[in-house]
């Protein structure tokens, strides 16, 4: 066999540009891993390729951002996987049914943990975790806002920043997303389907004194971004690290200055460029499973097949906890 399964699309746009589309298996070459693909995650990333929003190098373009399998061959100098070992990695194309990847972007799976438990909290989980220490440094008594707290991020977030000691304010659009982010131990409830003035005199009630949050985490973007500059406390971090709306506007950086906020836009990779960076906190967000602090939550494996219906239930955000391939 000298064929996989990939998806594919050949110029943006929406779900109607997926391809399921025949391509080469990679080579082993020198330093790579090739890996027989299980399950792959979906993420807003995806989308934002697919779309437009972030731009691709080529076209046509293979999908996928992570998975997890099972190593089928290691190429000359690789030390540290052999084949029949469970895998997960991170790294373009993941949707595709082999994929070769250097060493730095592959991580053991710990028994008990399963292979698309691993496929659905790599890239959230870190992302989450990075965020938590590095964006803004959760400290033990802090007290902050998660946008979208019952998606597959928010989720994370919610139970690591406990984990790390805060309170959390949680938001989301329904009494049933809500309910989800209690049980994974949200402290405090807002549904912000009732607007900004609304949703903001919530969260600032629930301060000490009214005066904000320590930080706010947000991958809403556009329909949330100016109740958060409301809600932060003097000195405040807001993180927008996603699209669900749509994009930020432009503003005025000067805006800032009313309250010495601080406005980081990360992205993961820019937190786990090097292999000591990847290892670091992919061991610590499993640790983090091990010790029953955080539950992998998946919202529905879709069959390979069906990824222009997991693309549509992302974006309609109808989901909660992850979606997954099954490769």
């Not at 929003?53 to 089928?72: D, F, K, Q, W």
């Amino acid at each position: 066999m000298s064929t996989q399964k990939a998806v594919q699309f050949s110029k943006t746009g929406g779900t109607e540009v997926l391809e399921i589309n025949q391509i080469p298996i990679p080579k082993v070459g020198p330093g790579l891993v090739l890996i027989k693909a299980a399950y792959g995650g979906v993420n807003y990333i995806d989308t934002y390729f697919r779309s437009g929003l972030y731009p691709t190098p080529s076209l046509p373009h293979t999908l996928g951002s992570e998975g997890a399998g099972i190593v089928e061959a290691v190429g000359e100098g690789v030390s540290k996987f052999k084949p029949g070992e469970r895998v997960v990695y991170y790294g373009s194309g993941c949707y595709s049914e082999y994929i070769a990847l250097p060493e730095k972007v592959i991580s053991h799976i710990p028994k008990g943990l399963e292979l698309e438990q691993a496929a659905a909290v790599l890239l959230q989980g870190l992302t989450a975790l990075t965020m938590l220490r590095e964006s803004y440094e959760v400290k033990k008594g802090d007290t902050i806002l998660v946008h979208a707290a019952a998606g597959g991020t928010g989720l994370v977030l919610v139970q690591l920043a406990k984990a790390l000691g805060a309170t959390v304010i949680a938001t989301a659009s329904t009494d049933e997303k809500l309910k989800l982010a209690k049980e994974h131990g949200a402290d405090h409830l807002v549904n912000y389907s009732g607007g900004e003035e609304q949703w903001v005199k919530e969260v600032l009630g629930l301060t000490k004194d009214g005066e904000g949050v320590e930080a706010v985490y947000d991958g809403v973007g556009k329909a949330t971004f100016e109740g958060d500059l409301k809600v932060m406390k003097r000195k405040g971090s807001l993180i927008s690290f996603g699209n669900a709306s749509g994009a930020v506007d432009p503003f005025k950086i000067n805006r800032l200055g009313d309250k010495n906020l601080k406005l980081l836009r990360p992205r993961l990779f820019g937190y786990i460029a090097t292999q000591e960076e990847f290892d670091h906190y992919t061991q610590e967000l499993f640790g983090y499973i091990e010790m029953d602090q955080l539950k992998v939550n998946i919202h529905k494996i879709y069959p390979l097949e069906d990824v222009a219906q997991a693309h549509q239930d992302l974006e309609g955000r109808v989901t909660t906890g992850k979606l997954v391939l099954k490769i």
